[in-house]
């Protein structure tokens, strides 16, 4: 579970980064979760955008990635926009939850 601080500094991390995946009429499918689990793996910290094709509200796609993916948080969701964070397996890939364990 996030702190308060820490939702704040992955907040502003998220500000400058442009959307990595797109969700769209496709909708929520496995395909759409591996590619957020690799992602996420690799960068921690990632940016999903909802296009306007898609069905889906931010809040379901949030929880229903919640829940496929273990340890995987909403940091925070903004119109049709989400930012979501979870630790890297590796630990080469740990810059985020580095800074984020000093908070």
């Known amino acids: ?3 308060g601080k820490q939702k704040r500094y ?5 500000m400058t980064m442009k959307p990595l995946i797109n ?3 496709n909708g929520l499918s496995q395909t759409f979760v591996a590619g957020v689990a690799d992602a ?3 960068r921690e910290l990632v ?4 296009l306007p094709a898609a069905e889906d509200t931010p809040q379901t ?3 229903f990635l919640t829940t496929e993916i273990p340890g995987l948080e909403v940091a925070q969701t903004i119109g049709r926009t989400l930012l ?3 630790v890297a397996s590796k630990e080469e890939n740990r810059h985020i939850s580095a800074a984020l364990a000093k908070l």
């Open 23 to 25: 969700l769209g009429k």
């Open 10 to 14: 992955l907040r502003s991390q998220g």
């Open 1 to 3: 579970m996030l702190t």
């Open 84 to 86: 979501v964070y979870r």
């Open 47 to 50: 940016k999903i955008s909802l």
């Open 40 to 42: 996420v793996d690799k």
């Open 61 to 63: 796609v949030g929880a």
